[in-house]
């Protein structure tokens, strides 16, 4: 309910819940502030009493922050009184606290009131500065206690690492207890750094002698290129160089950033960037191995100008176009670009090459849900964000690490559990997220369709399931309920692991929820029986009625930071862009008549079947953008033969990967904070990325790389702004409609679908229908099956790999930033403490882990959280690639390797080898 009272002598109303402080900011007035921040998820807390206002009747000065607005109320934010407060305020903490941030808030205000100096003695003697981090300086002798740090950390970020301790002149901030800030279990999310209003935490890129340097040259709006959640950033530019990114209130991330996302940019600028083309030299032979070593394998190439690499990249290109056929050529684009990127890439396949081999990493992380949510709800987009758990009493998260791989989706996971909602976290290793659940369901690796399974099965037994829902909005329920019928949680719990009475409980209370949302990561889709275990969520929350309303849902989170952009876009080989099929006859007339030439009707390959493909030479060219494989694929070893073998291999990347290590060309690219462009995140939000910087020597936006191969390739295509291509792909894809490029340069972020030009997008959909032929749902019976290799007295161990918090994908941008590398600079294999015990081992001691396919050397590392019998490994380090290990079998429906599973063993090194 609003209210009409006085401000500085005019009447303004209020609106419900303002304070006073918000609806004088609302008009206009600033009022000085320093222990509160206009943002979501903070709350005022009135200690600075800066922003002390004067109210007419009352002798007390009051908090604007705290205190609302009354009906007839008379306030005044400037009075004499008022002022003369807050000087003094602003007087007693300079006595004590020397502001480090000439820029910041404290130091703004105390020169806005004119306060330079006090007239007050100092305290005791200054804390010595804290250097322990190797990303922040923490410089306590400008803190005020002010408790934004205590309040980002633990309320908003919920890391819950910084505390305020002590009493009266002896407060003062703690990490963990009182260890250095480099000891403690900080995540370095950097929101800490953001909030103080002193200095006292600083990003070190920005501090000179102690103090923040200079103010950047530029601030630009952008999105940041790492997972899927699409946190929009400001990029602080000081002499052409990313000093600072900072986290805007985007849709996605209200403010908030991880790790990478506020200081993994300093890769832009390695030594290692490619400046200028590279071709081999003639007679450098291809060899698999020059993948492990890329820097060496640099003496094969020689530079050239963008003429001759551009020639030489297309001639070999066409020659086995023309001779050996477009089905002998295939195309890997990638999902860390922009939307136009990939429709411009996988354009450029279909009628440059002539075929639909196109595919990118979304084979290798989510197209068993893709495929699952194709086939039983029509789409394959998520059905609601994740910003959902807001309205969510129950929230399901399986199979997925989100503090570690989408640490700015996990803050709303965790706002959700700390207002009371249900949090059920499932999954055979223990994660950070285990801290806020409810319900901690540590089932078996490779036992997923069982525990799912036995959740559908208490549901339909115990007759809870929503019969109208189900009637009106599925088909196939009874075929379903037969199926599950037999998977008792009693039955299944041996094979789960899971206790039969948990399980009753978890499924009782998702079924029984007003609303609750599904949420699932890789550990569902990376398996062979990927799409079973999707079809079994889809399942469980159709029967339940849990979607298309507030807090329900379906969500698959995205890895990369473009991957459903990308799908969307017709990166993939079976599917035109919007996910029109090649096979439809009409949907493919109508691209026909858009590009001008005949599209092939037969789906293409996928991802690991075109490197089998080349490996067979059936694939004898290719041409790959911003894609690893040889780093990403399963079996590694196969897949760097693979291309090693090809006829002709043209890479398009910012660095010599260890696959452009085997390509016959290279061509320098721009990185995501040197290009205008947009991406969509894991939410459907579209967003508009633009750059901060030019791409470094001669290297060339990507766009740019495209059209000249696709006009050396014979098609007739003419370079254009980037807002002309999105057009023309927008015109293409309905899901765009009513979302034009100049919307997104004026809104910043437009969910899709949207129902008019001025219309917000829809985050909840299929709330009436689906887009399925009959726009009912189809309910998939998922039936259980072994993984491709089960452990033996050769292989005891299961091998799982995954992403870690401070680096992402292969390694290729993190493993370039100096503070990322410094937090995480080298591999290791993680096991459970008992697991090490039994065997004789310790941590920090270096092991050979090896699988039938290969073996790396990498050092020990005790995971309290990790079941006995697994072995975790990340999949970012060259030096220990993890792929080098895992097995190659795919999903039959999704086309995506197992990498979730394989038997592995541990070998003791000898003792010089360890040395």
């Known amino acids: 309910?609003?209210?009409?009272?006085?401000?500085?002598?005019?009447?303004?109303?209020?609106?419900?819940?303002?304070?006073?402080?918000?609806?004088?900011?609302?008009?206009?007035?600033?009022?000085?502030?320093?222990?509160?921040?206009?943002?979501?998820?903070?709350?005022?807390?009135?200690?600075?009493?800066?922003?002390?206002?004067?109210?007419?009747?009352?002798?007390?000065?009051?908090?604007?922050?705290?205190?609302?607005?009354?009906?007839?109320?008379?306030?005044?934010?400037?009075?004499?009184?008022?002022?003369?407060?807050?000087?003094?305020?602003?007087?007693?903490?300079?006595?004590?606290?020397?502001?480090?941030?000439?820029?910041?808030?404290?130091?703004?205000?105390?020169?806005?009131?004119?306060?330079?100096?006090?007239?007050?003695?100092?305290?005791?003697?200054?804390?010595?500065?804290?250097?322990?981090?190797?990303?922040?300086?923490?410089?306590?002798?400008?803190?005020?206690?002010?408790?934004?740090?205590?309040?980002?950390?633990?309320e908003v970020q919920h890391n819950d690492v910084i505390g305020i301790a002590g009493r009266g002149e002896g407060v003062?901030?703690?990490?963990?207890?009182?260890?250095?800030?480099?000891?403690?279990?900080?995540?370095?999310?950097?929101?800490?750094?953001?909030?103080?209003?002193?200095?006292?935490?600083?990003?070190?890129?920005?501090?000179?002698?102690?103090?923040?340097?200079?103010?950047?040259?530029?601030?630009?709006?952008?999105?940041?290129?790492?997972?899927?959640?699409?946190?929009?950033?400001?990029?602080?530019?000081?002499?052409?160089?990313?000093?600072?990114?900072?986290?805007?209130?985007?849709?996605?991330?209200?403010?908030?950033?991880?790790?990478?996302?506020?200081?993994?940019?300093?890769?832009?600028?390695?030594?290692?960037?490619?400046?200028?083309?590279?071709?081999?030299?003639?007679?450098?032979?291809?060899?698999?191995?020059?993948?492990?070593?890329?820097?060496?394998?640099?003496?094969?190439?020689?530079?050239?100008?963008?003429?001759?690499?551009?020639?030489?990249?297309?001639?070999?290109?066409?020659?086995?176009?023309?001779?050996?056929?477009?089905?002998?050529?295939?195309?890997?684009?990638?999902?860390?670009?922009?939307n136009e990127e990939a429709y411009l890439f996988q354009k450029l396949v279909r009628t440059g090459f002539g075929t639909n081999n196109v595919d990118h990493c979304t084979r290798l992380c989510h197209a068993a849900s893709v495929a699952a949510l194709l086939e039983g709800i029509g789409s394959g987009a998520v059905t609601a964000p994740f910003t959902a758990a807001r309205d969510a009493d129950v929230i399901l998260v399986i199979g997925a690490n989100p503090a570690e791989n989408h640490p700015v989706a996990a803050t709303f996971l965790k706002d959700a559990a700390a207002r009371g909602a249900t949090l059920v976290v499932a999954d055979p290793r223990a994660t950070p997220l285990d801290a806020h659940a409810r319900h901690v369901l540590r089932f078996r690796p490779g036992a997923d369709v069982a525990l799912l399974n036995a959740l559908l099965n208490v549901v339909v037994t115990e007759g809870l399931h929503d019969r109208q829902y189900v009637a009106a909005h599925t088909e196939g329920f009874e075929a379903l309920a037969a199926h599950v019928r037999a998977f008792t949680p009693e039955a299944m719990e041996p094979l789960c692991g899971v206790r039969a009475e948990t399980i009753r409980t978890v499924a009782r209370a998702f079924a029984t929820a007003r609303a609750a949302l599904i949420l699932w990561g890789m550990g569902i889709s990376q398996s062979v029986h990927g799409t079973d275990n999707a079809r079994a969520l889809i399942a469980l929350a159709l029967i339940c009625g849990q979607i298309g309303r507030p807090g329900t849902g379906l969500h698959p989170l995205r890895g990369q930071n473009n991957v459903q952009g990308a799908s969307d876009a017709g990166l993939i080989p079976m599917m035109l862009p919007d996910y029109r099929r090649v096979g439809d006859g009409e949907a493919r007339a109508r691209f026909e008549a858009a590009w001008g030439t005949a599209l092939d009707p037969e789906p293409g390959l996928t991802v690991v079947e075109i490197l089998n493909a080349a490996h067979e030479r059936r694939i004898r060219g290719m041409y790959i953008m911003g894609e690893n494989p040889a780093m990403s694929d399963p079996d590694a070893a196969h897949a760097r033969d693979a291309l090693a073998r090809l006829d002709h291999l043209v890479v398009q990347d910012?660095?010599?990967?260890?696959?452009?290590?085997?390509?016959?060309?290279?061509l320098p690219a721009s990185a995501w904070p040197e290009k205008t462009g947009t991406v969509t995140n894991t939410n459907r939000q579209v967003q508009?990325?633009?750059?901060?910087?030019?791409?470094?020597?001669?290297?060339?936006?990507?766009?740019?790389?495209?059209?000249?191969?696709?006009?050396?390739?014979?098609?007739?295509?003419?370079?254009?702004?980037?807002?002309?291509?999105?057009?023309?792909?927008?015109?293409?894809?309905?899901?765009?409609?009513?979302?034009?490029?100049?919307?997104?340069?004026?809104?910043?972020?437009?969910?899709?679908?949207?129902?008019?030009?001025?219309?917000?997008?829809?985050?909840?959909?299929?709330?009436?229908?689906?887009?399925?032929?009959?726009?009912?749902?189809?309910?998939?019976?998922?039936?259980?099956?072994?993984?491709?290799?089960?452990?033996?007295?050769?292989?005891?161990?299961?091998?799982?790999?995954?992403?870690?918090?401070?680096?992402?994908?292969?390694?290729?941008?993190?493993?370039?930033?100096?503070?990322?590398?410094?937090?995480?600079?080298?591999?290791?294999?993680?096991?459970?403490?008992?697991?090490?015990?039994?065997?004789?081992?310790?941590a920090g001691e270096r092991v050979r882990v090896a699988t039938r396919r290969g073996a790396v050397e990498l050092a020990l590392r005790a995971e309290p959280g990790l079941p006995e019998g697994m072995v975790f490994i990340p999949f970012a380090y060259r030096e220990a690639a993890a792929n080098l290990l895992t097995h190659p079998a795919l999903d039959p429906f999704g086309k995506i390797p197992g990498f979730k599973y394989c038997a592995a063993r541990i070998e003791p090194l000898p003792a010089h080898a360890a040395d």
């Not at 403010?255 to 030299?281: A, E, N, Q, S, W």
């Not at 910012?654 to 290279?666: G, N, P, R």
Request: hydrophobic letters at 40%; proline letters at 8%; a positive charge.
């Open 688 to 842: 508009i990325g633009r750059a901060a910087l030019k791409p470094p020597g001669e290297a060339r936006q990507d766009l740019w790389i495209i059209v000249e191969l696709a006009r050396r390739l014979g098609l007739p295509w003419q370079h254009r702004p980037v807002g002309e291509v999105y057009a023309e792909m927008a015109a293409l894809m309905p899901s765009l409609a009513h979302i034009t490029w100049e919307r997104l340069e004026r809104e910043g972020a437009v969910t899709y679908p949207t129902r008019g030009p001025d219309r917000p997008g829809e985050e909840i959909v299929f709330a009436d229908r689906f887009p399925t032929p009959s726009g009912r749902a189809r309910l998939v019976p998922a039936g259980l099956s072994d993984p491709a290799e089960l452990p033996d007295d050769t292989y005891p161990l299961v091998l799982v790999t995954g992403r870690q918090l401070e680096h992402w994908h292969t390694g290729t941008m993190t493993r370039r930033a100096a503070v990322l590398d410094a937090l995480e600079p080298a591999p290791a294999a993680s096991l459970a403490p008992a697991e090490l015990r039994r065997r004789g081992l310790r």
């Open 654 to 666: 910012l660095f010599l990967t260890e696959t452009a290590a085997l390509a016959d060309v290279v």
């Open 1 to 154: 309910m609003s209210v009409t009272f006085v401000l500085d002598g005019a009447a303004v109303e209020a609106r419900a819940g303002e304070t006073i402080w918000q609806v004088a900011r609302r008009l206009g007035t600033e009022i000085p502030h320093l222990c509160h921040l206009d943002q979501p998820g903070y709350r005022p807390d009135g200690n600075c009493r800066a922003c002390l206002v004067e109210i007419e009747g009352e002798r007390v000065l009051a908090a604007s922050c705290l205190r609302r607005p009354a009906p007839g109320m008379v306030v005044r934010t400037a009075s004499e009184r008022a002022v003369r407060t807050r000087r003094m305020v602003f007087e007693l903490l300079l006595a004590d606290h020397a502001p480090r941030d000439p820029h910041g808030p404290f130091a703004r205000f105390a020169a806005a009131l004119g306060v330079t100096a006090s007239r007050f003695a100092p305290g005791a003697g200054a804390p010595a500065p804290d250097a322990s981090h190797p990303a922040m300086l923490v410089q306590l002798d400008a803190c005020i206690a002010c408790g934004l740090c205590e309040r980002a950390c633990r």
């Open 172 to 338: 003062r901030v703690v990490f963990d207890a009182a260890r250095p800030m480099g000891e403690s279990t900080c995540v370095a999310c950097g929101e800490c750094v953001q909030a103080c209003p002193t200095g006292a935490l600083l990003p070190r890129s920005v501090v000179r002698e102690g103090v923040r340097g200079a103010v950047p040259d530029r601030v630009v709006p952008s999105v940041c290129p790492y997972c899927g959640v699409g946190c929009q950033v400001d990029f602080h530019v000081k002499d052409d160089r990313i000093v600072e990114v900072t986290g805007r209130n985007g849709p996605a991330n209200l403010g908030r950033l991880c790790v990478k996302g506020r200081f993994g940019f300093d890769y832009v600028t390695h030594p290692d960037r490619l400046t200028v083309p590279l071709v081999r030299i003639e007679g450098a032979a291809k060899d698999g191995a020059d993948a492990a070593d890329p820097r060496a394998a640099r003496a094969k190439f020689r530079a050239a100008s963008w003429e001759e690499a551009l020639d030489r990249a297309t001639a070999g290109l066409r020659r086995i176009r023309d001779t050996a056929g477009p089905s002998a050529l295939a195309g890997f684009g990638s999902a860390k670009g922009s």
